[in-house]
């Protein structure tokens, strides 16, 4: 099965960092390019970038260009995203996806980021 | 940035037809991606490259792009078609960067 499975809720403080990852497993891990989108609750989809394990080489929205680090280890087929300093406006609902030319065809679970003091 | 605009909200009867339209300039151009996404689920591919249907999804679902606008067209609307749908773009092939719609409510009365 293809599946994509993220690490676990974290709730952090502002102005630290964190590494959320995203597993991928039941294909070639290297073949496709994996997405991190961000969710807002009661708001819509944001794509935040990407990165093609094969290269690596990551792409960024203009919106989260400097805010994020996205990166991949494909000898573990595992995929980061990564805040040095986290602000509460940070909070959301982080999703990974597989994919580019034929959409994001396969999306993690999910992970929670709560950032308060 | 390209820009690609939702209606917020869709309301239609069960049994009835959905069209959600996604509009961007030139957006018949590029290849054209749809999900959907139910309250506290991932989102779900549904439609990709403008009209082609994902395995394991209804025939219901379909979709065309021309000029302007692309849209998501659902027949035969079910109470488990209720969700929030969004487009999606990927901005040039060098950038590679994608772009999603505002997302549309799909409310079945």
């Known amino acids: 099965e293809v599946q994509l499975v993220q690490s676990g809720a974290e709730v952090i403080r502002p102005g630290e960092s964190l590494r959320i990852s995203c597993k991928g497993s039941g294909y070639r891990f290297s073949s496709y390019n994996i997405n991190w989108v961000r969710h807002v609750p009661g708001k819509g989809l944001e794509w935040m970038g990407s990165v093609d394990p094969n290269k690596p080489q990551s792409r960024y929205s203009p919106s989260f260009q400097g805010r994020v680090s996205i990166s991949s280890d494909k000898s573990i087929t595992t995929a980061y995203l990564q805040w040095s300093n986290l602000k509460a406006s940070d909070t959301a609902i982080y999703y990974c996806?597989?994919?580019?030319?034929?959409?994001?065809?396969?999306w993690g679970q999910g992970t929670t980021v709560t950032v308060s003091s | 940035s390209y820009v690609l605009t939702q209606p917020p909200s869709v309301s239609v009867a069960p049994g009835k037809t959905a069209r959600i339209s996604c509009a961007g300039d030139n957006i018949g151009t590029r290849g054209v991606h749809w999900y959907q996404q139910k309250p506290g689920q991932a989102p779900i591919l549904v439609i990709y490259y403008d009209t082609d249907r994902p395995s394991g999804i209804p025939e219901r679902f379909s979709g065309s792009n021309s000029g302007n606008t692309a849209t998501l067209t659902i027949g035969r609307v079910e109470a488990g078609d209720e969700a929030d749908y969004y487009c999606q773009v990927w901005d040039s092939p060098s950038d590679r960067l994608g772009v999603f719609g505002g997302g549309t409510k799909l409310t079945v009365l």
């Open positions: 996806a597989r994919g580019y030319e034929y959409g994001l065809d396969v």
